[in-house]
């Protein structure tokens, strides 16, 4: 259970991401928690210095896709990649199969490539958390999202 607001960050302790470039790459299934999603990660880049044109927006099917897309958009010179999905329990085991191979799938493209990914997606038990997290009342996991990339994105500038 989320015990603070996802959205509440110190904004002075973040880099200023005017030099850098980030691919956000999201899944299109539920699409109405990965739009909040998405709306909460660029509205947060763009506080925070990022240009417009410096964010490129990839749709995937679905969760599943992710891995594969954010693995093409670190081919785009990026400085970070944000993974942003929302798998909801279902009544079979399908939700621990995709959970685990996204979680895997964005771990290994992290240890084994040199472009950071943060991993942005939701794995709820109902679709009231998801709401409850992509906007509202425990804030938007995007804006969690986006200051990591921003602080990944420095981190592997100075690195």
């Known amino acids: 259970m989320a ?4 959205s509440a960050y110190d904004k002075a302790s973040i ?10 790459v999201v899944s299109e299934w ?16 763009l506080e925070h210095g990022v240009k417009p044109e410096n964010i490129v927006v990839w749709d995937v099917p679905g969760s599943y896709e992710l891995i594969y897309g954010c693995k093409k958009m670190q081919e785009q010179m990026v400085n970070a990649v944000i993974a942003i ?13 995709v959970c685990e191979a996204v979680a895997q799938g964005i771990k290994d493209l992290n240890i ?10 939701l794995t709820d038990n109902t679709m009231q ?13 995007g ?6 990339a921003l602080k990944m994105a420095e981190l592997r500038r100075n690195a």
Do not use: M, Y
Not at 16 to 24: A, D, L, S, T, V
Not at 131 to 138: A, E, F
């Open 112 to 121: 084994t490539r040199e472009t950071p990914v943060i991993f942005c997606v």
């Open 85 to 97: 999905g929302s798998v909801i329990q279902g009544e079979t085991k399908h939700f621990d199969f």
């Open 30 to 45: 539920n699409d109405t928690i990965t739009q909040g999603l998405l709306e909460g990660a660029k509205n947060t880049l």
């Open 129 to 141: 958390q998801a709401i409850d997290r992509s906007g509202g009342k425990h804030g938007n996991k």
């Open 15 to 24: 880099p200023n991401g005017k030099q850098f470039r980030f691919g956000i």
């Open 143 to 148: 804006v969690e999202a986006a200051v990591a």
């Open 3 to 6: 015990t603070t607001n996802l």
